[in-house]
Antibody, heavy 123, light 106 residues
Framework: EVQLVESGGGLVQPGRSLKLSCAASGFTFSNYGMAWVRQTPTKGLEWVASISTGGGNTYYRDSVKGRFTISRDNAKNTQYLQMDSLRSEDTATYYC????????????????WGQGVMVTVSS | DTVLTQSPALAVSPGERVTISCRASESVSTLMHWYQQKPGQQPKLLIYKASNLASGVPARFSGSGSGTDFTFTIDPVEADDIATYYCHQSWNSPNTFGAGTKLELK
């Protein structure tokens, strides 16, 4: 059974950092691209970042470029999202999601999702 | 970014057929996917690439369309299908999602 378990969320002040983790099990982690998707009541679901199977290719939405870093450790079956210079508009539930193919950010779909972790950016 | 416009909330009775629409602001070929999200849960993939049923998903769910106009159908609706349904395109960058269609019981 595919399982994705996020951790690391919480309350953080604007301008500070937070690192999310996603532990994967039930499949060969190194064979799949991975992603982070966030959700808010006002903006809905938003793709945030994606990473290729080996970690050599990463992709970001414009609003997080230069502030967020996606990475993965295939030996630990875990992906990460380092979030720096956080803003109030980053407040959301962040989901770890498996990408259906092993390349790029187009052409596939999110076939499994974690339960989500809440990130609140507020002073 | 590609904007996906979904039909508003729909009220249905068990046993009925319901169709949810999703219109894209530009062509997405057949790279449209559908997810179900129940309150407090994560999204779940139901249909991928416009018309393909995801693993383990009942055949009551179906999808069709190409280009800019897509439909998602549940026939017949069951009480457990009460949820919000989202379309998602992965043809254009960045991937984008619709705002969701909330299915409610009459």
């Amino acid at each position: 059974e595919v399982q994705l378990v996020e951790s690391g969320g919480g309350l953080v002040q604007p301008g500070r950092s937070l690192k999310l983790s996603c532990a994967a099990s039930g499949f060969t982690f190194s064979n799949y691209g991975m992603a982070w998707v966030r959700q808010t009541p006002t903006k809905g679901l938003e793709w945030v970042a994606s990473i290729s199977t080996g970690g050599g290719n990463t992709y970001y939405r414009d609003s997080v470029k230069g502030r967020f870093t996606i990475s993965r450790d295939n030996a630990k079956n875990t992906q990460y999202l380092q979030m720096d210079s956080l803003r109030s508009e980053d407040t959301a539930t962040y989901y770890c999601a498996r990408w259906s193919n092993n390349y790029g950010v187009n052409g596939g779909y999110f076939d499994y999702w974690g339960q989500g972790v809440m990130v609140t950016v507020s002073s | 970014d590609t904007v996906l416009t979904q039909s508003p909330a729909l009220a249905v009775s068990p046993g009925e057929r319901v169709t949810i629409s999703c219109r894209a602001s530009e062509s997405v070929s057949t790279l449209m996917h559908w997810y179900q999200q129940k309150p407090g849960q994560q999204p779940k993939l139901l249909i991928y690439k416009a018309s393909n049923l995801a693993s383990g998903v009942p055949a009551r769910f179906s999808g069709s369309g190409s280009g800019t106009d897509f439909t998602f159908t549940i026939d017949p609706v069951e009480a457990d299908d009460i949820a919000t349904y989202y379309c998602h395109q992965s043809w254009n960058s960045p991937n984008t999602f619709g705002a969701g269609t909330k299915l409610e019981l009459k």
